[in-house]
Each structure stands twice: as structure tokens, then as C-alpha cells.
């Protein structure tokens, strides 16, 4: 990852030079790692650093990571003002990748938009009947999120149970697809492949759903610590569908904070169902009370620019 993101540097710090000299800035954000070398070597220290991947150094696997976490403690750990104001999902994130300055925005990935109403286009579309209920994983649909796992354990899970897997993309792993087919989860695993801009996959595809599935494997620390920074788990509860998510400790305390959901392995998944859609009334609104108050993108909107605005207060001061 490190790599890649090294790949196009020479370009971008080029480019980064020009744009500096031909209007100077008041202010920079640099985004993410990649973003701070290319200040670093563009001899521009950036005000603000919104930090989008959040690594400690020991899982940090190739020198180019490492390298990078370094770079990122010299130029964000500064001490006092000098220190730049860093856009962190959660407070866990912000603390690890600036621990002691105390300079932090916590802005949670979020989704842009009203609440949605409930979407019967996955049933229409699926052909699912009324009695059953609808467990859908939509996004990344790879090892990293459990998919094959969560499809062979679909297998035994109730009748009424019905998991459906949307690829934005249109396209599935083989080995995934050959799974889902199998005979054994005939009617049991749905697959989507329909192609929606965002807006329209949270307003038909998340909201068409009765629960949403919101996993992930253990990683690391940036995996961990995903109950802030999910883009789908923002989409699920715009639409009040409650969730399942992995028992880490960061999504133990926001579904005890929240309720819109419950924490699950693999193999209690489709019990955790069961109990959860027994109280679907509440959940769902307790999903709304969390989109509105936590994953609402509105409710940001202002944070990152009274941090510009601090920052060139204290230019002036």
C-alpha cells in the first residue's frame, strides 16, 4: 500500500510547488501520509492533516510504511501551536497518530443527506418473499470483511433468513461467487450486481435491507477501530436499519452508546438475527437517533473550518 501510494509522488510534488508559487496559501491540509511527504518535500509544512489510515509502527510490515509512520510522527507531533490540527475519525485514531499536542477535529465518516424511508427494491428486484428478512453486506465483499465465512455460515441460519451480497462494482470474486452458488444456499444467498451512484445505492440498495451487515476482519488497529470510520455502517443507519458488527471493542462501546445494533462473531451471526429483528421497531429507532446525532454529515460541516480559522488566529496572535 506504502508502494503505491509512493508511486505517483515526483508528479504530485511537482505539482504541489507550482500551485504554492504560482497563489500562495494560508493554509494547507494534507491528506493522509502520502500528502505529508509531498509537503515535506515541497518545504511546505501543512496546518491541518486529515488523517484517513491510522497505523501503529509496530504493524507497520514494509519499510516504506514504516518510513512514512515516521515521517508522519516528526511532522504532526510538533509541540505546542506549531503542531498541525489533525481530522481524525474517533478519538482512538487521533490519540495514536497525535498523542500528546492535543490538537484534534473528530469529524466519523459520515453520509450526506436526509434520513431515507425503507426501500422494498431489493425484495422487488430479488424476488424475496414477505415472511423473510433480509441480512444484506453491500461495499467491500472480500477476505477482509469475512464475506466467504459469513456466506457458508448463511447455511445454517434460519429459514426466514435471507443474506444478500451487493457488489457496486457488478463484478465477484470466482471463488465467491462459486461459493454463494452452491446448492446448499440456494434461496438463501441473493446476489446484486445492479450499479447505482452512492446516493441512489443508499436510498434503494442499504435502506432496502432489514439488517445490515457491518464486519471486518482483525488486521490491526485501523481495523479495529472502524466503528467511526464505516462508510456503510453511515449508510445502514441513514435508512434506521440496524447492524451487526464484529465484537471489537471500539464497536462494543458505540452500539452500548447507540443501540442500533449488536456486536457478533460468524458463528452467532444468525441468532444475533433473530433477537434483533424481534425488536426491529426499536432498533430502527434507535438507528435514526444515531445517523442524526453521530453519522449525520451536516453535523460536521463546520468543525474543520474553525480549525483553518484557529489556525490563522494564532498566525496572527
Keep these: 500500500m506504502a508502494r503505491e501510494l509512493l508511486r505517483g ?22 491528506a493522509d501520509k502520502s500528502s505529508l511527504l509531498a509537503c515535506r518535500l515541497a518545504r511546505r509544512l501543512p496546518e491541518v492533516y486529515f488523517s ?4 501503529p509502527l509496530d504493524e507497520e510490515t514494509s519499510l516504506a ?17 506549531d503542531a498541525p490540527w489533525v481530522i481524525a475519525q474517533s478519538p482512538a485514531r487521533a490519540a495514536l497518530v497525535q498523542p500528546d499536542a492535543g490538537r484534534h477535529v473528530i ?16 425484495r422487488q428486484r430479488h424476488g424475496i418473499a414477505p415472511g423473510q428478512r433480509v441480512l444484506l453486506i453491500a461495499g467491500g465483499l472480500g477476505v477482509d470483511q469475512l464475506t466467504p465465512e459469513i456466506v457458508s455460515a448463511a447455511a445454517h441460519w434460519h429459514p426466514s433468513l435471507v443474506l444478500v ?32 451512484t452512492i446516493d ?25 477501530h472502524t466503528a467511526y470510520s464505516s462508510g456503510k455502517l453511515a449508510a445502514f443507519l441513514r435508512a434506521g436499519v440496524p447492524v451487526i458488527v464484529p465484537p471489537f471493542a471500539e ?10 445494533g449488536a ?47 484557529r489556525t490563522l488566529r494564532e498566525r496572527r496572535a
Excluded at 440456494?186 to 445492479?194: M, P, Y
Excluded at 464497536?251 to 442500533?260: I, K, N, P, S, T
Design 9 to 30: 509522488l515526483p508528479g504530485f510534488v511537482r505539482a504541489l510547488r507550482q500551485g504554492l508559487a504560482a497563489r500562495p496559501a494560508d493554509v494547507v491540509i494534507a
Design 52 to 55: 484517513l489510515e491510522a497505523t
Design 65 to 81: 510504511g514504516r518510513a512514512l509512520n515516521r515521517l508522519e510522527a516528526r511532522m504532526v507531533r510538533r509541540p505546542g501551536p
Design 107 to 122: 469529524v466519523p465518516v459520515t453520509s450526506d443527506g436526509d434520513p431515507l424511508p425503507r426501500s422494498g427494491w431489493l
Design 165 to 196: 451480497l451487493h457488489s457496486a462494482s457488478g463484478r465477484y470474486a470466482p471463488e465467491l461467487l462459486a461459493l454463494a452458488q452452491q446448492p446448499a444456499l440456494a434461496g438463501r444467498v441473493k446476489l446484486s450486481a445492479d450499479h447505482f
Design 200 to 224: 441512489e445505492a443508499e436510498r434503494q440498495v442499504y435502506a432496502g435491507a432489514d439488517l445490515g451487515i457491518v464486519y471486518y476482519r482483525d488486521l490491526g488497529f485501523n481495523f479495529r
Design 251 to 260: 464497536f462494543r462501546q458505540a452500539v452500548q452508546a447507540h443501540g442500533y
Design 263 to 309: 456486536c457478533a462473531t460468524v458463528e452467532e451471526m444468525g441468532a444475533v438475527a433473530l433477537q434483533l429483528l424481534s425488536r426491529a421497531e426499536a432498533l430502527e429507532a434507535a438507528a435514526r437517533r444515531a445517523f442524526d446525532g453521530v453519522y449525520r454529515h451536516e453535523r460536521y460541516r463546520g468543525r474543520v473550518a474553525e480549525a483553518i480559522a
